[in-house]
């Protein structure tokens, strides 16, 4: 997948499947969580940017696509990147991937909203923030979009 930059990989430990020894659809978004937490990096937006500034992220929109189950002990990578650029928000799109074989397991389509944290409201991007932004953007597949 052309532009899209790997940002989280993982283990399906037994005590995050299911009965039925699947991954647990609750851990799929907490690893694209973590995911998205390397894609702000990228975007030169770190944790300790939080501490410093009281601005940060919130998730407005999630739309996850299971593809294929993850067995316990299943190796998963998660590739991402930035679908649009909005005024005050990013949309980007995850593809979480079989290690071994690049089978597709499921997919997350987020948008997510530059906040501050003591005001409780949405904010403009700043310039540097949405130039970096852009340089991850990508193609979002047309099987991505919700109801194709």
Known sequence: MS???ETYRGVAYPWLCDMMGHLTTQYYLGMFDQASWHLFL???FSPDTIARTQLGWV???NVIEYKREVPMGGLVRIESGVTRVGTKSIEAFHVMRNAADGQIHATLLAVTV???LKARTGLP??????EKARSLLVELPAT???GS
């Open 3 to 5: 532009g899209y930059i």
């Open 59 to 61: 998730d407005v929109k």
């Open 144 to 146: 991505a979009v919700p």
């Open 42 to 44: 990228a975007m030169g």
């Open 114 to 116: 530059y906040f501050d």
């Open 125 to 130: 991007l700043p310039a540097d923030l949405r």
